[in-house]
């Protein structure tokens, strides 16, 4: 297990920072913050990043802030959040940037009443 001490790990620990006076949400802030650093090449797909209670530490906030925020970016397929409280970078910025854009893509489809499966048949018949 990585010690947030380690260089790599002190690098997006450096590039962290919430504003508590910024309207948008602290998790949302958190998920930012972890994003640009990954997007800086400040965190690289297959580098362990800190575990939750170090990020909170570091950011000033609930530990369960830092999970929500975690979360997000694993649905955008920037992290892996494996057993043992491994957290894995596994994309990069046009990762989570493609995944954003389809997931957008998919809800634009379900309000105009296409299913999920329609909406990949209609993709894959295109050029």
Same mark, same amino acid.
């Given at each position: 297990m990585q010690d947030v001490n380690e260089p790599s790990d002190q690098r997006v620990v450096q590039a962290l920072r919430i504003d508590r006076n910024d309207p948008t949400a602290l998790h949302e802030q958190a998920a930012a913050a972890i994003?640009? &650093?990954? &997007?800086?090449?400040?965190? +690289?797909?297959?580098?362990?990043?800190?575990? /939750?209670?170090?990020?909170a530490a570091v950011l000033g906030i609930d530990r369960n802030t830092v999970l929500r925020a975690l979360r997000l970016l694993r649905d955008e397929g920037l992290l892996e959040m494996g057993r043992g409280?491994? @957290?894995? +970078?596994?994309?990069?910025?046009?990762?989570?940037? +493609? /995944? /954003?854009? &389809?997931?957008?893509?998919?809800?634009?489809?379900?309000?105009?009443?296409?299913?999920?499966?329609?909406? @990949?048949?209609? @993709? /894959?018949?295109?050029?």
């Amino acid at each position: 297990m990585q010690d947030v001490n380690e260089p790599s790990d002190q690098r997006v620990v450096q590039a962290l920072r919430i504003d508590r006076n910024d309207p948008t949400a602290l998790h949302e802030q958190a998920a930012a913050a972890i994003r640009r &650093a990954i &997007a800086d090449g400040e965190a +690289v797909p297959g580098q362990r990043i800190p575990q /939750t209670r170090d990020l909170a530490a570091v950011l000033g906030i609930d530990r369960n802030t830092v999970l929500r925020a975690l979360r997000l970016l694993r649905d955008e397929g920037l992290l892996e959040m494996g057993r043992g409280r491994a @957290i894995t +970078v596994t994309g990069n910025a046009d990762t989570g940037s +493609v /995944t /954003t854009k &389809a997931k957008e893509l998919l809800e634009y489809a379900r309000h105009r009443g296409y299913k999920r499966e329609e909406l @990949i048949a209609l @993709i /894959t018949r295109l050029p």
